[in-house]
């Protein structure tokens, strides 16, 4: 790590010295390996080690980034005299500057985020073949009629980052990650539909043990079978605790800073007044343990603090980075989310779903957009037609389509079981009167 | 510079000669192979940005890198270094070699040069281009932009460009060098009319240098960007359901890449799990369906001199008058089902094992007149612009977003539409391809394809066509 430290810093100083006045110089390594297995042997394995240098200048209030994967001393050195003398080609623009110091630093220690697994430099090569092997056993045990295919995948990585802001802020961060999974393909009359199960982590542990992802997989294809599209119709949407994160990514859209300022954001006027039902609570976390998105500062260095998006469907935050800050003349909160939080309910979604005729379980997507601007969204969904709480009928073909600004005054009830293994760290969330497109 | 230089003469300053490959190769292979391969690249990028009336960002950057790929059988083993000395080098090489294990090397073949095709001629590199040169084309777009209708509030314009160098040595001896150039320009626009607000956006991509940027061609992107967010004021969401559909000229290629195009990637198929696996021979669609994935479209986005494991490129029958014809091919599906390499083998970076992947997919012409496809619609959707898709391999079932588009009435179109994901069966709606227009046209946008977490630039292209039946997610 000290050697990105001093890389980071010679760059700091280099840039200083062709006339920046201010810099930003980031240089990270990552390391990552991928096993994926098929038919009782090995399909592929990948091993990467990666390193690169980033850097913004900001020479006479021009402003510029750069990147580069040529860490040659000699290259490095022409590349940011490149750099410097494109930079001084642009036109002004002051708000560019870097954050004031004092707004810069570590939200939570190292070992508070507890992001790297010590577990991650003690495995070797030999532990994670067998590990391979042994998610592929497991998994071949899932019963899917007619299955096709299986395969399964183990990965992992860490990567280092070392930061040096000429403001004074310099600070490293290391983390660790780990992901295993399976996929199956079955045989259904003309199709062959495929199912999936996979699972990311911090901590090796924490991983599901592969008889879960066997199981999942399993339940996936029963559940997958027989798929259809029913009549279009308003039906209340259950969304799996694991698919919220497409709602919620396009619902992230217009609370951008750079979507306020260009003027093409639904929600802009609207801090302080209602986006959704009382139910709807949103938290942007970065210093929780373990999260996949925990962060000690933000891409600006600012310090990495939790705040509220959304309380009780009234709009507290939005992402407002340094320059997009100071062009509204808004406080900075952060350019980018990091974990996002709801928090659960009392029941299970099953037992809320028992309230209902019929709705729709939406438990994956399927291409599909939305519209910062005006807000409507449309997306093809997978799911099931659920009856008094119960599967009747697996879903495919269909579409879901509604508008950002009042989708969530429609959220009624939130499920107890908010999903470990991804950064949106949702519970099962329940809408009523949601338009779905099918026959 | 030329095309058909030396493949050393570029990377020769960072050190790589065939001496050094061959010694590279010998140490991917020192476990036995079937075959290996060696991607070197290094790639330049430079955009500039303008918003708020000034050119006011700028981004350069440098990737530089060897990928070693060792394959025996359709077992892969891939690893990649960013250093050049022969140290990493054969570091990497022996992680790739670790799949190997017959214990039996493989000598490799001295690498001798091989000449390539020039189906992105350039007269201007963008190396050659002062950034200073690039200002004025971003200011007049956005001095365009904002004359072109008073509405129009808010303008971002960019433009960006890549001179890419690869040099790829194989096991067997060949060696070939490529230069790919790439340019991509961007206007967007905010316009606001009362309370209504909406924006546009237009973009356009080629394999070329400054020389593409006509007057013509900056003031139609221009144009276009703001009439798409004049119709989007005054657009609506389209009903909901199934409901005939026609496709308009051009970018609704969407659709072949998804409903078609993925599921004809070879490796989906020797696997067993995509929805063509066995319909290889068989009729897929109407007779007037001809679909092709073609590198040999001149300066296209998508277009491709040589593939990235160093076999010839060639416009590939996929559907010929409906019948399936072949998927897309690269090395280890072409060693699989005993043909030719379709020269489709592709990877995003050094950093990416190579798979078979589309480049420029269209559909050929048909016979009918767009205005006689149109007439034959008593109420449906025409679909104009496009975002993005998806497809789901061995379900087939693909989903692709409608930007813009409008209500087809009594075979008119009558009201401007917007935001609506369609979704269908891709084996299903080829079937239901009524009728085929006689107005192909190939896109000039920047698209972008993923597929196991790599991107690559392709283009896509379509006659006017009509499709029976789409499930249209409208709100009313």
């Known amino acids: ?439 | 510079m030329s095309q058909h230089r030396s493949p050393t003469d570029w990377f020769g300053p960072f050190g790589i000669d065939a001496e050094l490959a061959e010694k590279v190769l010998a140490a991917a292979a020192e476990n036995g192979a079937d075959d290996a391969d060696l991607y070197f690249e290094h790639a330049t990028t430079t955009s500039i940005g303008l918003s708020d009336r000034a050119v006011n960002r700028a981004h350069l950057s440098i990737d530089l890198g060897m990928g070693v790929r060792v394959v025996v059988g359709d077992q892969v083993g891939y690893a990649y270094t960013e250093d050049f000395d022969l140290e990493s080098l054969l570091r990497a090489a022996r992680v790739a070699a670790q799949i190997a294990h017959r214990g039996q090397k493989v000598v490799p073949v001295r690498a001798t040069s091989r000449k390539i095709s020039d189906f992105y001629p350039t007269q201007r590199h963008w190396a050659d281009v002062d950034l200073v040169d690039r200002l004025p084309l971003v200011r007049n777009w956005e001095e365009w932009t904002f004359a072109e209708d008073p509405r129009v509030q808010k303008v971002q314009v960019s433009l960006a460009d890549t001179d890419k160098h690869v040099l790829i040595v194989r096991l067997d001896g060949t060696m070939v060098a490529d230069y790919r150039p790439m340019t991509r320009a961007m206007v967007g626009c905010t316009m606001i009319d009362g309370t209504q607000r909406e924006t546009g956006h237009q973009n356009l991509a080629s394999r070329v240098g400054l020389e593409y940027y006509t007057e013509e061609r900056q003031r139609r992107m221009v144009k276009e960007a703001v009439q798409r967010a004049s119709q989007a004021l005054i657009s609506e969401s389209p009903p909901a359901g199934e409901m005939p559909v026609v496709l308009a000229a051009g970018s609704s290629g969407i659709l072949l890449h998804e409903a078609i195009g993925h599921g004809m990637e070879a490796d989906f198929n020797r696997k067993g799990i995509s929805i063509y696996a066995d319909k290889l021979g068989k009729r897929i669609a109407p007779a007037d369906v001809t679909v092709v994935d073609d590198a040999t479209v001149i300066g296209a986005r998508g277009a491709l001199n040589v593939d990235d494991e160093a076999s010839p490129t060639e416009k590939t029958t996929l559907v010929e008058n409906g019948i399936l014809k072949t998927y897309l091919h690269d090395r280890i599906s072409a060693r699989h089902y005993g043909v030719d390499s379709t020269g489709s083998g592709r990877r995003e970076s050094f950093r990416h094992p190579v798979l078979p992947r589309m480049r420029a997919t269209y559909m050929e012409p048909g016979p009918h007149p767009p205005e006689d496809i149109l007439k034959s619609v008593k109420n449906g959707l025409y679909c104009e612009t496009f975002a993005n898709g998806q497809v789901q391999i061995g379900a087939g079932d693909f989903a692709f977003y409608v930007r813009q588009g409008w209500l087809i009435e009594d075979g008119r179109l009558t009201k401007p539409v917007k935001d609506v994901n369609l979704i269908g069966n891709g084996p299903q709606v080829l079937e239901s391809i009524e009728m085929v227009g006689n107005d192909l046209v190939i896109d000039e946008g920047g698209w972008t394809c993923g597929k196991d977490g790599q991107s690559v630039p392709v283009s896509q292209g379509m006659p006017t066509v009509k499709v029976a039946k789409l499930s249209v997610g409208g709100r009313r």
């Open chain 1, 1 to 439: 790590m000290s050697e990105l430290l001093d890389l980071a810093q010679r760059v700091v100083r280099q840039a200083q010295a062709l006339g920046a006045q201010e810099v930003v110089a980031s240089v990270g390594k990552s390391i990552s390996t991928t096993i994926t297995r098929r038919d009782g042997k090995v399909e592929q394995a990948t091993e990467s080690t990666s390193r690169g240098l980033s850097f913004s200048v900001l020479v006479d209030n021009r402003f510029s980034s750069h990147g580069t994967s040529d860490l040659r001393p000699d290259a490095i050195s022409e590349f940011i005299k490149q750099a410097i003398a494109a930079t001084r080609i642009l036109e002004q623009d002051p708000e560019r500057a870097l954050p004031e110091a004092p707004l810069c630093g570590r939200g939570a220690t190292a070992a508070a985020l507890d992001v790297l697994d010590s577990a991650y430099n003690a495995r070797s090569a030999e532990a994670r073949a067998t590990d391979a092997e042994l998610l592929e056993q497991t998994a071949e045990k899932a019963n899917i009629p007619s299955v096709i295919s299986r395969s399964s995948q183990v990965a992992d990585g860490c990567s280092q980052t070392a930061r040096v802001d000429s403001n004074g802020f310099s600070d490293t961060h290391e983390d660790a990650w780990f992901m295993w999974g399976a996929e199956a393909t079955f045989q259904e009359g003309g199709k062959r539909p495929e199912v999936s199960s996979y699972f990311g982590a911090r901590y090796l542990t924490d991983l599901p043990e592969p008889q879960k992802i066997a199981q999942q997989l399993e339940d996936r294809a029963r559940e997958r079978a027989g798929s259809k599209p029913i009549d279009s119709g308003s039906y209340p949407l259950i969304l799996l605790n694991r698919a919220t994160g497409k709602l919620l990514g396009a619902f992230g859209g217009p609370l951008a800073g750079s979507a306020l300022h260009e003027q093409r954001s639904c929600l802009a006027g609207k801090l302080g007044s209602r986006v959704g039902s009382a139910k709807f609570t949103l938290l942007d976390d970065p210093t929780i343990p373990r999260g996949l998105a925990s962060r000690p500062w933000d891409g600006e260095g600012l310090i990495a603090r939790p705040f509220p998006v959304v309380s009780e469907g009234v709009l507290d935050s939005y992402y407002i980075n340094v320059y997009y800050g100071r062009k509204l003349g808004m406080k900075p909160t952060t350019g980018g989310r990091s974990n996002w939080v709801i928090p659960p309910g009392d029941q299970s979604w099953e037992a809320i779903a028992k309230a209902y005729p019929k709705a729709i379980l939406v438990d994956g997507f399927l291409g599909g957009n939305s519209n910062a601007t005006s807000g409507d969204f449309s997306f093809g969904i997978r799911g099931a037609l659920i009856e008094h709480g119960v599967r009747t009928q697996a879903i495919s073909e269909m579409n879901v389509s509604g508008n950002l600004t009042d989708i969530f005054e429609k959220l009624v009830e939130i499920a107890n079981d908010p999903y470990r293994y991804s950064s949106v760290v949702s519970p099962t969330l329940v809408f009523e009167d949601v338009r779905f497109s099918g026959t």
